[in-house]
């Protein structure tokens, strides 16, 4: 789970080098690597309430997978048993996002069931939503995202010492204003010649609002929602936890936090192979 805010890297991996050089270090390969892992049910069978939740998520997939629209599922008002009984079933999937708002926060993990997410929204310190939702990321985030804060503006004065952050920053700041669904593009920052001093002025001009994303698996994505509409910091490290992978996508919400349509077929499929173990 996502409990606070990364910051943007700007130092990439160091170069791996040549086969012949006596003091040759390569980077570390990946030591660990998380794997599903179904839970035990055999003392959840008599958890009726608990069985009818994930009855409906088997449904909600189903007609993600058909394209219709997301399906809610409120946890409020269940009891504590029933609520740890979801909990042990659905675990704790790769994508987590931690989002702020003065007064409030959205914390929303996926579970392994991809396309299954559960969402808590606190107000004022005090949880006043909780529930689950299937669909390809949850709605809320979309609502967040198009509403956090006053966007950044393009500076006018720039310091002597940058070389193609300028040039850049026009480019990015066009494109987020003339963003339209269907157009989303990447721009690989690992490809450009930007120095040091290109990489600081970027960050401080795009700005961060209250939304990250990390997703785990081989290595880890993190995804921070620039103070741009549209515009995203997407991060790529490896398993020692080097930034190997550096973009920013204009788009609404970066395709790695979706959920495919062929997720929802899967997830729909292996809840159904533990409800029928658990109705056994």
Sequence with gaps: MLDNHPPIAVKPADPVRPFDDPECVYVALPEAMRTFAPPSVRDWRQNPEGKAILS???????SSHQGKESTTVSLSGHEPDTCQFIEQILGEGEISILADKPRERLTICEAVFAGVWRVKHYQNGYLAQSYLETGPFPAILA???????????LPTVFPDNLMNAPALLYEIFTKSKDFAYGCEEAINLNLLPLTSEDMLFLVECLGLSGISILSKGYGDCRIRRTRLPNVWWVQYFNSPGQLILNTLEITALPKVVMAAPEDFEDSASRLGEVLAELEA
């Design 143 to 153: 609502e967040w995202s198009a509403t956090q804060g006053s966007p950044a503006s």
């Design 56 to 62: 409906q998520l088997v449904v909600g997939l189903e």
